[in-house]
T-cell receptor
Framework: GIQVEQSPPDLILQEGANSTLRCNFS?????LQWFHQNPWGQLINLFY???GTKQNGRLSATTVATERYSLLYISSSQTTDSGVYFC????????????FGTGTRLQVTL | SQTIHQWPATLVQPVGSPLSLECTVE??????LYWYRQAAGRGLQLLFY??????ISSEVPQNLSASRPQDRQFILSSKKLLLSDSGFYLC???????????FGNGTRLTVT
């Protein structure tokens, strides 16, 4: 099956700093999503981005499908950004089965 | 708008007892439905998915089973729980190819 690698595994930032999270995948995909899991375990859908660039407030994401990677940018980080960020991809067609990376654990400190 | 409900939020069960976790989706029809498990706070593993009523696909051989008795209802079950079944179980849905996946709030299961 498809392999998904995320980096870095852990990241500590001071409030106000910017960061870039990376997701590499081993095969072509027809779906890619970024999720944020908050400290209570809720998984929040950030972006549905199989290709191209999207922005939502302080967050933006870019997927370069031909080179098999995606980047999540967090600008002016806040303590509420803390949690685990997951990249998930799918290349199985109609079944739409997402394969998750192991995540990047982000801690934003004051 | 579409919403997904998953219950209970937490559950403590003894080894050997049965399990039933329920998930329902509102505001859509014929969704794709999924059960994922997360252990040790990182990495989600797909357990089951369903593209229609009565259609269940299993991804990982294990002590669990799933059923879809109604279009928007997905149930995760076990006849006898093992210690290794402890974890965070998440139900999810999507409208089909080309649409994003949305998760419920999860059930934290502890088998003692």
């Amino acid at each position: 099956g498809i392999q998904v690698e995320q980096s870095p595994p852990d990241l500590i930032l001071q409030e106000g700093a910017n960061s870039t999270l990376r997701c590499n995948f081993s095969d072509s995909v027809n779906n890619l999503q970024w999720f944020h899991q908050n400290p209570w375990g809720q998984l929040i859908n950030l972006f549905y981005i199989p290709s191209g660039t999207k922005q939502n407030g302080r967050l933006s994401a870019t997927t370069v499908a031909t080179e098999r990677y995606s980047l999540l940018y967090i600008s002016s980080s806040q303590t509420t950004d803390s949690g685990v960020y997951f990249c998930a991809v799918d290349n199985t067609g109609t079944a739409s089965k997402l394969t998750f990376g192991t995540g990047t654990r982000l801690q934003v400190t004051l | 708008s579409q919403t997904i409900h998953q219950w209970p939020a937490t559950l403590v069960q003894p080894v050997g007892s049965p399990l039933s976790l329920e998930c329902t989706v509102e505001g859509t029809s014929n969704p794709n439905l999924y059960w994922y498990r997360q252990a040790a706070g990182r990495g989600l593993q797909l357990l089951f998915y369903s593209v229609g009523i009565g259609q269940i696909s299993s991804e990982v051989p294990q002590n669990l089973s799933a059923s879809r008795p109604q279009d928007r209802q997905f149930i995760l079950s076990s006849k006898k729980l093992l210690l290794s079944d402890s974890g965070f179980y998440l139900c999810a849905w999507r409208g089909g190819p080309g649409s994003p996946l949305h998760f419920g709030n999860g059930t934290r299961l502890t088998v003692t």
